[in-house]
């Protein structure tokens, strides 16, 4: 079906922190689709009168039109878990992960949890996701079937770990192998789904699993590898301990070829130097995950580091330990890392995340991150047609802060800080409203 939505679009075609035109805003302009495609582009003065009358019409004159937001790393299986009190990682995990985990052994359970996911997702505008599941086969089978019937671009994968964590929570290496590639076979690349291979982190899986990992990697090179890296000390000196061969924490996936342009590691916190050089001489990817971070007190991500090796990045709310499925809330959080950093190592010289790189990351940037800037995170012919419909100004607070605001970048950063799911007025799928 053709259909023509008139406003204002507003997308990125760079990183803004890169290129000085990146950023893309076009007031009355209308975005023409077809079929669930980005068919073309026309400021509405230029519009002839049978585009007026071949097309179905969506006036959204005085609002945003917005890539739909690309979270890059989200639990869904710890949805109920959201908000859960006062502990660090391992200890959160132990206490509230695996045994609300355990649940997902149920496929009705699975589905209902899926389902909430995904309308959850949909309600704060987030259109793309890399997915954990739950180590159950059925948490996957679920999920991929609750997507597909909403025809949403998403990439999950099974839980591998096969130790460190309870009985009723662990596989074996073959026994996840095999599950692993039986969903790649059902799943992967079927519509607008894909997979990822997802050791969970390095601490929950023996050598020889993580070796699985990488054998189903070389089997099928087009998949994701997605995995935890560097998010807590405690962590990283648990891993060391269990690896002593390996050079570092990256060392332990670099060693079971798990380092590919398609590997996104959620967190990296406290890196080493080589361990940066290493995500950026392969081209991995990165997921900063803000909330999360500052909730369960893991530290200060460091993407000005990531952004001199020229290192992809997304955005990823990371639900559960995040406390928010909401992109904008996430963005929030994000400066408010940049400047705790600034604060805390002005030795670095460290600057705020501007909101022109903020909402790049939360669209082009987190499709980088993901190998889907061909599809995604613009709203330019040939693209997907994901988007969201976008009121900056909705709340009485947040109207008179934007009678002040003197420039694009200012209501961007209202947005940004005073922004919650009420702005997303609407969210298209392929052109199809949700």
């Known amino acids: 079906m053709q259909k023509a939505f008139h406003g204002t679009l507003l997308y990125f075609k760079a990183d803004p922190n890169q290129t000085d035109d990146a950023l893309v805003h076009l007031p009355n302009h209308v975005l023409f689709t077809n079929n669930g495609i980005i ?39 710890q949805t109920e878990m959201i908000g859960a009190y006062g502990e660090a990682l391992l200890e959160w995990l132990e206490k509230y992960t695996f045994p609300t985990e355990r649940k997902f052994e149920d496929y009705a359970y699975a589905k209902e949890i899926s389902s909430f996911f995904l309308n959850e997702l949909l309600k704060n505008g987030t259109t793309t996701a890399l997915v954990f599941g739950s180590v159950h086969k059925n948490s996957v089978e679920a999920f991929f079937e609750e997507a597909e019937q909403r025809n949403l671009r998403m990439i999950c994968g099974k839980v591998m770990m096969d130790r460190n964590a309870p009985e009723y929570l662990v596989d074996t290496p073959e026994s996840s192998y095999k599950e692993s590639k039986e969903l790649i076979e059902k799943w992967h690349n079927k519509g607008r789904l894909s997979y990822a291979v997802t050791p969970r982190f390095a601490i929950t899986s023996t050598q020889k699993q993580l070796e699985k990992a990488g054998q189903l990697l070389l089997e099928y090179p087009d998949v994701y590898l997605h995995t935890h890296l560097s998010e807590n000390q405690n962590e990283i000196a648990f891993t060391k301990e269990l690896f002593p061969e390996a050079k570092n924490y990256l060392g332990v996936y670099k060693q079971a070829n798990l380092l590919t ?31 999360s971070n500052l909730f369960l ?138």
């Open 297 to 434: 007190g893991s530290g200060l991500f460091n993407l000005e580091k990531a952004e001199e090796l020229n290192i992809h990045v997304g955005m990823g709310t990371d639900v559960g330990a995040g406390t928010s499925f909401n992109m904008l809330n996430t963005l929030n959080e994000a400066y408010k890392v940049t400047q705790l950093r600034k604060g805390l190592f002005p030795e670095d010289n460290q600057k705020s995340l501007s909101p022109l790189k903020a909402f790049y990351l939360a669209t082009l940037g987190g499709a980088k991150a993901l190998s889907l800037e061909d599809q995604i995170g613009k709203l330019e012919p040939g693209m997907e047609a994901d988007f969201n419909i976008i009121d900056p100004a909705v709340s009485p607070l947040q109207k008179l802060r934007m009678k002040s605001v003197k420039t694009l970048e200012e209501a961007l950063f209202g947005l940004q800080i005073l922004g919650n799911s009420e702005n997303i007025i609407a969210t298209f799928v392929m052109g199809k409203s949700n």
């Open 39 to 77: 068919e073309k582009v026309k400021a509405y003065t230029e519009v002839s009168a049978t585009e007026k009358s071949n097309y179905q019409w969506y006036n959204f004159k005085d609002q945003w039109i917005v890539p739909g937001f690309i979270d890059t790393h989200i639990h869904y299986p």
């Open 261 to 291: 342009k398609k590997s996104v590691f959620a967190h990296c916190i406290h890196l080493e130097n080589e361990e940066w050089k290493d995500l950026a001489n392969h081209n991995c990817s990165i997921a900063f995950c803000p909330t």
